[in-house]
């Protein structure tokens, strides 16, 4: 096991295009890292570079403490799983796993019993003697995974491996690969375009935006103090929505109405800007009508007309068309492009309590959780009300649950106390 560090690490196609742009990057020892950002951003193109596939143009690929920029894939000692992994049609489950075994000549014996081993993590025993052709898809993908982890690589990579999968099998070995990896405690660079494998999977995820890295930290820190529009719009969903608002004193005209910034560090980081963009995610909305008083004026209030509302069991989302003025209009759409949401209009979307009874084509209070609200400067993007100190106490939370996880990975469960089992 290794960390791998990425110093000033560009790559350039030959036709010049940087895609990967000076990005600088530790992955410490037995991490688990998410690489996400918009399809071309060039996620697998810098997976490619620490595994070997792809020169570097300029910087320093690091794995341990060896700089490895000119050591062939095969020496870097790294498992990678591809997003269209090819299994061995003629050859058995064992045979694919122990590919890797056979290639390094590695004892009969050895490979049988590393197989085994491999096979029992993945419940995959049953089906040794069996052809890949005859499994399901997640068995298959288990296969692959399998393949990778037998040998004992410094690092594993995935690029995308679930992808192909539907939303169940999805979910089942989204679940299976973070509990393997924190049994094995491999470090490990997981590309991933999917919300929620980014949130759930990592112990930190680093987002990629045209090869440029814009931030690094837990999935928490990504979602309560982005450092920018781009993160914070793309971190989540649905998206977080930007308002353009003008400032007055401690008031924000935005489109959906008036409401006071009450904090006054907030108040402090807007300075003397005349125009700021407001960004509230859709939870932080709710329907005024649910609402006790002193609930209520925690935040602030705004009347808006509800276009279009959908209602999902759990949650009513609510869609809120508003004017604002063209200059931002452009750039927010322009964002929303590049995130690939590409709306159409101008909207809010909020998230309400499934007890609401606001109907599509009317008015509706809504109640906005205003301390919530993040301000970005809207010619640089970046988030002006992101807090240290938050920033902070988020990296000892994650710590912390890391380190709870990975316990729970080794120890088995406590067994029940006889007089607990009574009740
Ligand atoms: N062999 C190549 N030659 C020239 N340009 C390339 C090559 N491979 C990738 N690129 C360009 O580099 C950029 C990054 O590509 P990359 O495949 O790393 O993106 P990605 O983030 O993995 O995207 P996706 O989510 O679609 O897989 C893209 O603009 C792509 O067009
Ligand atoms: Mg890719």
């Known amino acids: 096991m290794a960390a791998i560090t990425m110093k000033n690490i560009v790559k350039k196609y030959g036709d010049g295009f940087p895609a990967v742009n000076d990005v600088s990057l530790d992955v410490r020892d037995g991490e688990f890292m998410i690489l996400v950002g918009p399809s071309g951003c060039g ?25 490895v920029n000119k050591v062939a894939p095969r020496e870097r000692n790294l498992s990678m799983v591809f997003q269209n992994y090819a299994l061995y049609p003629h050859l058995t489950v064992f045979e694919n796993i122990a590919f890797p075994l056979r290639l390094a000549k590695t004892p009969g014996d050895e490979v049988r019993r590393r197989v085994k081993q491999t096979a029992e993590l993945l419940e995959l025993t049953e089906h040794l003697d069996r052809k890949p052709a ?14 990778a982890i037998v040998r004992q690589a410094n690092a594993f990579l995935f690029d995308e491996p679930l992808s192909n999968l539907d939303a169940k099998l999805r979910g089942q070995m989204r679940t299976e690969i973070s509990r393997l990896q924190r049994r094995l405690g491999v470090t490990t660079v997981y590309v991933t375009h999917d919300q929620t494998e980014a949130m759930t999977l990592g112990d930190r995820v680093a987002v990629l935006r045209k090869g440029v890295l814009q931030q690094v930290g837990s999935p928490r820190e990504l979602y309560e103090e982005p450092v920018n529009l781009f993160v914070a719009g793309f971190i989540g969903s649905p998206s977080m929505n930007f308002l353009p608002a003008s400032v007055d004193g401690s008031f924000l005209e935005t489109p959906l109405g008036r409401f006071e910034l009450r904090d006054e560090r907030k108040l402090a980081a807007v300075g003397d800007r005349e125009v700021v963009l407001v960004g509230i995610r859709p939870e932080h909305f709710e329907d005024a009508a649910l609402l006790a008083e002193d609930k209520k004026a925690q935040g602030s209030i705004v009347r808006a007309h509800v276009d279009v509302t959908e209602w999902l069991g759990n949650e009513l989302y609510a869609y809120v068309p508003y004017e604002a003025p063209a200059d931002l209009t452009a750039q927010l759409r322009d964002l929303s492009r590049e995130l690939d949401s590409d709306q159409l209009r101008t909207q809010a979307v909020v998230a309400l309590d499934a007890a609401s009874d606001l109907k599509p084509g009317r008015e509706a209070e809504l109640w906005i959780d205003s301390g919530r609200a993040q301000i970005f400067d809207p010619s640089t993007g970046e988030n002006l009300t992101r807090d240290e100190e938050r920033v902070a106490e988020l990296d000892r939370i994650a710590a912390e649950s890391r380190d709870a996880q990975r316990a729970a990975q080794r120890e088995p469960a406590p067994a029940k106390q006889p007089e607990q089992a009574e009740e």
């Open 43 to 67: 996620k697998s193109t810098l997976l490619r570079m620490i595994v070997g596939l792809e020169d570097i143009t300029s910087g320093d690929m690091l794995i341990g403490e060896k700089v």
């Open 134 to 147: 005859n499994l399901s898809g997640g068995q298959r993908q288990r296969v692959a995974m399998g393949r």
